[in-house]
């Protein structure tokens, strides 16, 4: 599964790979799609990275342009460092055309300069909080939102909240703060929760130390398997993340039973960009797939993975049923002061390793 590094991480991979060597890009927002799909058809194979099938049901969009234009694809998993770092290292020989990375990587991927342009057709149709930048360098496909799901065999009331979870007795499972997005944005939401903001996420490290002291702190892996084997009361995670593995959980175990909720008093909310390798060997491949990821049959696939699509498209009734209500949304919001939530991240990693593992019972 997708972690994302540090962004400082980013930058002292980056500059010890990036070589001198450099390569013209194609001009992606002067072709017409018929010329996009025509070249992209000539090559016949996408590569991309970080967009593997499981994760928001990107396996169904490539089967779908497999179907469509006869166009392959693979795909290598990376976290959004490892995948801006690879396009600067390949550099003027590149080996991969598109890539998947957070929302907060959209910055980076500019200052790097190993991202190319493409707005495609939908353009207009995108909301504004989804154009990262004006040219179409970083578009947001899709998002997630902080979510709970909890084991209700283990636990007989489900946290709606935060500080329900402070009420309970049962330990819970966040993974690994100092690499994982979702745990980071999970510190953050509970800071929030607690009077914080991304430049004082103290609130949410003071949370977790007072559970930690407690020894409600899951350790363990955040995985599907262990959440299966019962051994995770709660798991604080991505919502489509946690719908995906509720999914997948029950196929195989009818009996358990798991509760899905927004905390009502802090969530953040973050999405993903595709990214165009200013050096892809296809870069007319790189953009149909964005085109195709922001049409309405794209956009509906990604909600089938239980990610919000950013354009608004309609769904069918049988998936609105298994989303999570509208309303728990209310007091959801995107990160917004990223300046100080890139300073909070560094912070959040050490305070994470010195101050709430200690904590714990030894």
């Known amino acids: 599964m997708k972690k994302t590094f540090p962004l ?6 980056a500059l010890c790979a990036l070589v001198a060597a450099q390569a013209e890009s194609v001009s992606l927002n002067d072709a017409t799609l018929d010329e996009i799909i025509a070249k992209a058809q000539e090559i016949g194979d996408i590569q991309s990275v970080g967009m593997p099938d499981d994760w928001a049901n990107w396996g169904e969009t490539w089967g779908d342009i497999l179907e469509t234009y006869g166009i392959t694809h693979s795909d290598i998993d990376m976290s959004s460092g490892e995948e801006l770092a690879l396009f600067a290292a390949e550099s003027g020989a590149g080996t991969k055309d598109i890539g998947d990375v957070g929302q907060s990587y959209a910055p980076v991927a500019l200052e790097m300069d ?3 342009p493409y707005k495609p057709t939908t353009w207009d149709t995108i909301p504004d909080f989804a154009r990262l930048d004006d040219d ?5 496909a899709y998002y997630g939102t902080i979510a709970f799901i909890t084991n209700t065999s283990l636990v007989d009331t489900p946290p709606a909240s935060w500080a329900d979870i402070l009420e309970g007795d049962y330990k819970v499972s966040i993974g690994d703060v100092t690499v994982g997005a979702s745990s980071q944005c999970s510190v953050l939401s509970a800071a ?3 009077g914080g903001s991304e430049a004082d996420v103290q609130p949410g490290i003071d949370f977790f130390i ?4 407690a020894g409600r702190i899951d350790t363990g892996d955040a995985s599907t398997a262990r959440l299966e084997k019962g051994e995770i009361a709660v798991m604080v995670t991505w919502d489509y993340l946690a719908l ?12 358990m039973s798991f509760d899905i909720c927004i905390p009502s008093d802090g969530a953040i909310q973050s999405g993903y960009t595709t990214v165009l390798n200013k050096y892809a060997p296809n870069p007319w491949g790189a953009a149909l797939a964005r085109e195709y990821i922001f049409s309405d049959a794209g956009q509906i696939n990604l909600a089938r993975g239980y990610a919000k699509p950013v354009r608004d498209v309609e769904l069918p009734e049988e998936l609105q049923a298994a989303m999570i209500p509208d309303e728990q949304y209310a007091n959801a919001r995107f990160i917004e002061d990223y300046d100080a939530w890139t300073e909070s991240v560094a912070y959040m990693s050490q305070a994470w390793e010195e101050e709430v593992i200690p904590s714990l019972p030894q």
């Open 114 to 116: 190993v991202v190319q």
């Open 136 to 140: 179409g360098y970083c578009i947001m």
């Open 8 to 13: 400082l991480l980013v930058f002292a991979i």
């Open 244 to 255: 995906q593995r509720r999914d997948t959980i029950l196929a195989n175990n009818p009996d």
């Open 210 to 213: 007072e559970l930690a002291e």
């Open 192 to 194: 929030l929760a607690f």
